[in-house]
């Protein structure tokens, strides 16, 4: 008997002014995650530098632009039939007149453990104006890019 995948948390309705960040949540069995992927007006979404799909299936949209409003949703397709999450509303709004905005955290990163060797990817998603610069900490030392 097959079972449908089940959604954890589906995506929610945001607002974004053009330039911010917005991430879309979409939450299903860790083993399905290679098997979800976005749309964006029931079109697949392509993905790419500002379009991001994270590990766990949620998608960042930086720098967003008007082209980006629409109806998102995550679909799983594994054996059987596809099944989507519910539609949720991207709106984006023209660019503030404010001078600065503070920065906000859309996404943090959350503890991990891997084996020694193993990637990781520690997801940070931030939003304010001007848009902020992010700088890596391990302990009270900087992270070096490699």
């Not at 632009?65 to 519910?86: F, M, Q």
């Not at 193993?118 to 490699?146: A, F």
Request: net charge negative.
């Amino acid at each position: 008997m097959t079972c449908l995948p089940r959604f954890s948390s589906q995506p929610a309705a945001s607002v974004v002014h053009q330039g911010d960040s917005a991430v879309m949540s979409c939450e299903v069995n860790p083993d399905l995650v290679p098997f979800t992927r976005w749309e964006r007006n029931k079109e697949p979404l392509i993905l790419d530098e500002r379009l991001v799909q994270l590990p766990g299936a949620a998608l960042v949209i930086s720098n967003a632009t008007e082209a980006d409003a629409g109806l998102y949703r995550c679909v799983v397709e594994n054996v059987g039939p596809a099944k989507a999450s519910e539609e949720a509303e991207l709106q984006v709004l023209p660019e503030p007149e404010v001078v600065e905005r503070k920065p906000v955290f859309l996404r943090q990163p959350q503890a991990v453990t891997r084996t020694a060797g193993e990637n990781v990817l520690l997801p940070c998603v931030v939003m304010g104006y001007p848009t902020p610069s992010v700088r890596w900490m391990l302990g009270d030392k900087p992270v070096q890019d490699r």
